[in-house]
């Protein structure tokens, strides 16, 4: 959807294409957008996006939905084998230093948070703190 786009393109200029993060930050944020579009919108809701460049190149991704899509809160699951999705957020479990998942008016909030220092590995993460959304 041109929404996808857009934000995809929002990233590249905001990061530029030489950031350690760029290509994880586009991954994360293709997936916090589009789980917003198909879960947590109805068609036509406006998606809130926020990427924050911090202190040490780190990359803060907060996506908002409306809470009028037919999905529920954002949560984990474990797809079996044969299914083709359910793997949104645990991909961006894996990619991110942390995450998490807050209650925004009737919708909600999902925040990630990229370290460059984190990038040789991929590991689940633990929630997100206020503090490291703070530091600048």
């Not at 579009?37 to 803060?60: E, Y």
Request: one cysteine or more; a positive charge; charged letters at 20%.
């Amino acid at each position: 959807p041109t929404q996808l786009t857009n934000v995809r393109a929002r990233l590249r200029t905001t990061l530029g294409p030489d950031h350690l993060c760029a290509g994880t930050a586009e991954s994360v944020l293709s997936e916090l957008a589009a789980n917003a579009i198909v879960h947590g919108c109805a068609p036509g809701d406006p998606v809130r996006v926020t990427i924050r460049v911090m202190r040490r190149a780190k990359v803060a991704i907060t996506v908002t939905d409306t809470g009028r899509g037919p999905g529920t809160a954002p949560q984990i699951r474990f797809a079996g084998t044969g299914s083709t999705g359910g793997r949104g957020l645990f991909l961006v479990a894996s990619l991110a230093s942390r995450w998490s998942v807050r209650r925004a008016g009737a919708g909600h909030r999902v925040r990630a948070l990229l370290d460059p220092r984190d990038a040789e590995s991929a590991h689940i993460t633990s929630p997100l703190s206020l503090e490291d959304f703070l530091e600048y």
